[in-house]
């Protein structure tokens, strides 16, 4: 039986916020059983929550927002991503401010600062969305959509004309190692071009070649170059898997995604947890081999 999991005790990451520049603190803490994923706003008064679902996504520019009361919760794709990857069920999220710490623009920090940590399994079963039927979303230029699939499994296609990137392609089984390995380290990109646009309207304040990819015409800025030639599908596949997380439980399925970025992905969301004829709520029997992270990350 595979069980709900929680952090086994608080774990900090700090650092500055993409849009804001400025310096903000989140620390990952233990839940109870059944509670689910939210981030808490302990800057402000009366500690306000807000859950990972996907019909409070406020916004999928460049990046994904939480809102839809009060206040916001920005940029929290790569923090949600390391908790589907580890599936991480419960936990409470605090932040001193609105945006999570953009690290190094992958997920490596919330990874580290997680797995240092250690996870801790409760008593409660985990109840996974299996798809039983495929859901589509999109048209013949971009889409996405689910096939049933016993495990979870993402194949990403990107297309951009660039000299550097071009068509590159994905097809990873999603589990706590291949993450850590193939997909963690992948840094968030964008374009010069964009980067100033977003300057000027007061936004990517924060953003610089220690934190994001960033090409001009023809070529990749950072003197350190890439982490492997195709970094930039590898970092699409890693925003995906953060907004599962807005699913409400673990995906048990074949994600295929085309040119598909944060707002396809929140519609593909919303448009499952439409179809409860697609998918059933399964709890894994106890003939599956337990995970473990011992040794898998260093
Ligand atoms: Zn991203």
Redesign the pocket.
């Known amino acids: 039986m595979f069980l709900q999991r929680t952090i086994r005790k608080r774990a900090e990451v700090i650092g500055i916020g993409l849009h804001t520049g400025e310096p903000t603190r989140l620390t990952f803490c233990p839940a109870p059983e059944n509670t689910g994923i939210y981030f808490v706003r302990r800057d402000l008064p009366g500690r306000p929550a807000i859950s990972t679902r996907a019909d409070l996504v406020t916004a999928t520019t460049m990046?994904t927002t939480l809102g839809g009361c009060e206040f916001s919760v920005s940029t929290v794709?790569?923090c949600l991503s390391t908790l589907a990857a580890l599936r991480l069920d419960n936990l409470f999220i605090e932040l001193d401010g609105p945006e999570i710490p953009i690290g190094d623009g992958s997920a490596e920090p919330f990874l580290k600062a997680i797995v240092d940590a250690g996870l801790v399994e409760q008593e409660q079963p985990r109840r996974y969305a299996y798809i039983s039927q495929p859901i589509y979303y999109g048209t013949d230029e971009k889409y996405a959509y689910v096939l049933p699939y016993n495990g979870l499994r993402i194949t990403c296609t990107i297309e951009f004309p660039h000299p550097r990137i071009g068509r590159q392609n994905l097809d990873i089984d999603i589990n706590e190692h291949s993450f850590a390995r193939e997909v963690a380290r992948a840094r968030?990109f964008g374009f010069l071009r964009d980067v100033e646009a977003l300057r000027s309207r007061g936004l990517a304040r924060g953003g610089s070649l220690d934190n994001a990819v960033v090409l001009d015409s023809q070529e990749i800025l950072n003197p350190g170059g890439l982490r492997w030639a195709d970094e930039f599908v590898r970092?699409k596949v890693?925003?995906a898997l953060g907004d599962l997380v807005t699913l409400g439980m673990p995906l048990m399925g074949h994600l295929v995604l085309y040119k598909a970025g944060h707002d396809m992905m929140n519609r593909l969301v919303r448009k499952i947890l439409e179809s409860p004829d697609s998918y059933r709520h399964i709890e894994l029997g106890a003939e599956l081999p337990e995970v473990s992270l011992d040794g898998t990350y260093s």
């Open positions: 990046a794709d790569h968030t970092h890693l925003d």
